[in-house]
Each structure stands twice: as structure tokens, then as C-alpha cells.
């Protein structure tokens, strides 16, 4: 022992006394055999001999097919209550509108062109309840005061036969186009009062609203459709424009 020491190494033992124990490898399943899975009934149901009005055959094709028998859902457009036609004054109103509202814009329209397209365009929407109709601003530039009037008699004579309630929009002043021009809106807006009233059509008085009222114009001199909207909700009363 003292050999060992003085030579520096330390004796190692070949044999230990704790056992050392050995997992045990698990032998995996081999691939080599195959199960084969197969549909008992597959036979049955692939034979050619089975006839097309068979009842195993039938039930086979509708099931090869499970979208058979669905119909597509269709989505219910919401019918409006409230139509509002007229010229560039409504433009970009429907934006601020609730689905009870339709508005139509036709800028170039002049009020003979509202008498001639309004029986079709109502017709086309049978649930409507309020007509809003705001026109004149174009025939002011281009028509004589007596020939606006003309017209305009002819317009309310043809709405006057309708099943709704009737409102024409009155004439809105103008901040900027000169003295000429506001006269004849203004007195467009006199004769439409009165003559509304004698025919029992509804008058919504813009003038009277927007008169001296600049905060409520914008920059290029059109009203915002949001408070024009606004205006019309409070004249139609008991419509969810």
C-alpha cells in the first residue's frame, strides 16, 4: 500500500459493491405488418350490382353530398320610411341618415324633372311614409320667376294624389351670390308658403332658419348635410330619419 502512495497513484478497484442496474430496452411494435383498416360495409355500398333506386344507394349519395338541401340565407334590406329627393343640397345626407331613410340626389335636376321622375321613384319604395322633396335652387339661375311657378303648381298637383305625407323643402338663402339672387329665394319662398298651405301640402320653411345665419353655412356656401338633416328631423315629426 505504501508502493502506491509513494508513487502518487491511488489504487482503483475493478469491482464495485453497489450493483448497477440496466433498463431493459422496450422493443418497439414492428411496421413490417401492416393492419389493413377497412369499412365492413364498403362492399355493400361500392357494389355495382345494386340498382339507382335502391335505398342503400340513395342514402349513399345524399351522403356523399351534405351541403344538399341547404338554402342560402338572404339578407333582409331594411325598407324605408322616410325618402328624401333633391338637388346638391342633399348630397352626402344619407351619411347622417338611420336605415328608415332613403335619400336620392339628382344635382342637375330642375323642379319640371322632379314632376316627371317622382311617381316612379316613390313607386319604388311602397313602405314610404314621408316624402321630403327640396328643389327650386337650380331654376332660380336659369328660369323666369313665372315659369318656376308654373312648374312648381305641377309638382304639387302630382304629389298632392299621393299616399304619404308630403313635404317640400323650401328655398335655403345664400350667403354669397348677390342681392338678385336672394330676392328671387326670397320671394320663391313667400309664394311656396302660401301656396302650400292653400293646398294642404307641408312647408318647410328654410329661409326663415337659415336666414342671417352664417355659423350654419360652410365655406363654399353649402348648408353641411348633417344640420340640414337636423332641421328636416324636427319638421317631420314622429318620422326616425
Known sequence: ????????????????????????????????????????????????GLPDDHPLESSTRRTCNPSEGKRPERKLKARPETLIVGDSTVKDVQW?????????????????????RILQTVAK????????????????????????KQDFTGLIRTV??????????????????????????LALNRWLSTTCGETGINFINNFHIFWERKHLF???GFIHPSIFLRFIRDRVVGAAI
Not at 12 to 39: D, F, I
Not at 166 to 183: A, H, Y
Request: hydrophobic share 30%.
Open 1 to 48: 500500500a505504501d508502493r502506491f502512495v509513494s508513487a502518487g497513484k491511488i489504487p482503483t478497484s475493478r469491482t464495485s459493491s453497489t450493483p448497477v442496474h440496466r433498463r431493459k430496452e422496450e422493443k418497439k411494435p414492428s411496421m413490417n405488418g401492416a393492419v389493413t383498416l377497412q369499412n365492413r360495409f364498403a362492399p355493400l355500398s361500392d357494389d355495382p
Open 96 to 116: 347622417f341618415c338611420s336605415r328608415n331613410t332613403k335619400v336620392l340626389c339628382f344635382p342637375n335636376n330642375m323642379v319640371s324633372d322632379m314632376q316627371e
Open 125 to 148: 319604395y311602397p313602405s314610404v311614409q314621408n316624402i321630403v322633396l327640396h328643389t327650386g335652387s337650380n331654376d332660380v339661375s336659369k328660369q323666369k320667376s313665372e315659369v318656376i
Open 160 to 185: 298632392s294624389s299621393m299616399n304619404a305625407a308630403v313635404f317640400i323643402s323650401g328655398p335655403i338663402p345664400t350667403v354669397r351670390g348677390g342681392e338678385e339672387r336672394f330676392s328671387r329665394l
Open 218 to 220: 360652410k365655406e363654399n
